[in-house]
């Protein structure tokens, strides 16, 4: 599979590096919107171009990976690039999926392409294990916790703010929701009860602190519903204790069964990321490995992890995976 990455931030840099442990792919190019002869890649013989130049290279690409961020880049280039290639994002503002989805699900369709939208861990694989959790416990509820950890996409958030230099924002559980809910309790719990949102922000100089703080905490879709706290700090101190992107978290369902109810079950499972770009684009990867090869068979337009089989994400054979994982 010949590879190619849009963007070369956190994600794309994390994409680059996963590509080295899958055999089956091979990095060709990286598009930047910046200047390319300022733009240096880890990996030799990479070739980096504009943007401005990518449909000169679409025969030679059989997945493009869109590294943008969900709040103003991937509802427009998603869509676009889908129309010349198959392409594969990690949108994840969630109210707008469905959306999303559309736009992309059309332009994918125009000329015979596959896209995947909103692959990650969640969304992704987060959203997989939902759904396996819903159809065996039909009667339960859902829970989702996320953090300790950074959100690349609420950081991107913040960093648009009129004001900002640089800012990095943490989503952290409420421990007392946390602990209720793996326990059994099945409390009801509002947005707010069960996460913080804590932001540092470097400032530009002479910029509205009182108004930034309030473009952060009113904004729609990332802070509005939380409980947030923003901290404005020193590019010294933001160097020195904010370079590192962990994350992790976790998802239950708590349901029951028997003829009386009578017996309670939850199902938990857990993320401990050390670098949640690099884990990102690792499933990414995967995914795009699927995407091509529903291409290659004929399929067509947007789909979501919902819409893949497992087989489809392995470089094993289905004689491997029966043997070893089954």
Not at 37 to 65: F, H, M, P, R, W
Not at 194 to 206: L, M, S
Not at 296 to 318: H, M, Q, R, W
């Amino acid at each position: 599979m010949k590879i190619a990455i849009l963007g070369y931030g956190n994600l794309a840099k994390g994409v680059e590096s996963a590509v080295r442990q899958n055999k089956d792919m091979e990095l060709k190019y990286v598009f930047t919107r910046r200047d390319p002869a300022g733009v240096k890649v880890n990996t030799d013989g990479v070739i980096v171009k504009s943007v401005d130049e990518i449909l000169n290279y679409k025969q030679d690409i059989d997945v493009l990976v869109i590294c943008g961020g969900s709040a103003t880049d991937l509802p427009e280039m998603t869509p676009k690039y889908a129309k010349d290639f198959n392409v594969i994002d990690s949108f994840d503002t969630h109210a707008r999926i469905p959306e999303h989805f559309a736009n992309v699900d059309k332009a994918a369709k125009e000329n015979g392409h596959t896209a995947l939208i909103s692959c990650g861990w969640d969304p992704g694989m987060f959203s997989l294990l939902r759904l396996y959790g819903n159809a065996i416990l039909p009667e339960g509820q859902d829970y989702t916790f996320w953090g300790k950890g950074v959100s690349q996409g609420h950081s991107d958030a913040i960093r648009r703010v009129k004001g900002v230099k640089n800012g990095k924002q943490y989503t952290i559980p409420v421990q007392s929701a946390l602990e209720s809910v793996r326990n059994g309790e099945n409390p009801t719990l509002t947005t707010r009860q069960k996460h913080t949102r804590e932001c540092f922000v470097v400032a530009e100089e002479g910029a509205d602190l009182a108004q930034i703080e309030h473009d952060i905490k009113t904004m729609p879709n990332y802070f509005d519903e939380y409980d947030t706290t923003v901290h404005f700090i020193s590019e010294e101190e933001f160097n020195r204790d904010h370079k590192e992107i962990p994350h992790g978290g976790f998802v239950f369902r708590s349901g029951v069964t028997g003829f009386d109810k009578e017996h309670k079950h939850v199902i938990e499972y857990s993320l401990k990321l050390d670098s949640n770009p690099e884990f990102t684009a690792s499933v990414l990867l995967a995914y795009a490995r699927a995407i091509f090869r529903l291409n290659n068979e004929g399929v067509t337009g947007c789909k979501t992890v919902f819409d893949i089989a497992p087989a489809y994400l392995t470089p094993l054979s289905g004689e491997e995976i029966r043997a070893h994982l089954l």
